[in-house]
């Protein structure tokens, strides 16, 4: 690689500074602070790391690393769409694909087309390599709302079977954290953290 790539690569590097700017959600263990995606990203790098070996499925531990690591680098211009949110579609969207193309678009051209491959597998979720990587991603949540007393969940009124079948995504990565997982939702209901049902009178809203 020359001096073209280097800028280029450096160009992305600093662009992508953005991303500890976009607050999401949820807070921090134990916390009133908002995380950023930036942490979100990092935290689910550290969970991969330590929690591939639970994977159903033999696993890409490098790139399922590179999923959880750039999968959210698009809400730079898209921005975070709460996962509860009924006004928008949490799926990747046209204005994600736009995103994707301009971010990673600022590397040299093949760095470019593997980081957007990788960026559409994790979208997709059909291999098993993404399939571990979105379970990460769902799993990371569920543990700092239980540990914020409901966080998200209660703040904006969402009930257990939204939550529910949000959630179980991560049974298709790993069907031990999914046992774990779903062992905390309904310890969340008998605490009274998450409610079995939602008022009709209120709604899922950003």
Do not use: C
Not at 36 to 63: C, Q, R, Y
Not at 67 to 78: K, P, Q, R
């Amino acid at each position: 690689m020359g001096t073209d790539d280097l800028l280029k690569q450096v160009a992305f590097i600093k662009e992508i500074d953005k991303l500890k700017y976009i607050k999401r959600r949820t807070k921090l263990f134990k916390s009133d602070r908002h995380e950023n995606d930036a942490e979100h990203s990092w935290h689910l790098a550290m969970m991969t790391l330590v929690l591939a070996g639970h994977s159903d499925k033999p696993i890409d531990v490098l790139k399922v690393l590179k999923m959880v690591l750039i999968h959210d680098l698009v809400e730079i211009d898209a921005g975070d769409t709460f996962i509860y949110d009924v006004s928008k579609n949490h799926t990747n969207t046209d204005e994600e694909r736009l995103a994707a193309k301009r971010i990673f678009g600022l590397l040299p051209e093949a760095q470019a087309n593997d980081l957007i491959a990788i960026w559409e597998e994790f979208e997709k979720g059909v291999t098993d390599d993404a399939k571990f990587a979105r379970a990460m991603d769902r799993f990371e949540p569920l543990l700092q709302n239980k540990s914020n007393n409901g966080g998200t969940w209660t703040e904006f009124n969402v009930d257990y079977q939204k939550v529910y079948d949000k959630k179980k995504a991560i049974k298709e990565g790993s069907t031990s954290i999914w046992t774990y997982a779903e062992k905390l939702l309904n310890e969340s209901v008998e605490e009274g953290i998450l409610r079995k049902e939602v008022h009709p009178e209120k709604t899922y809203l950003k």
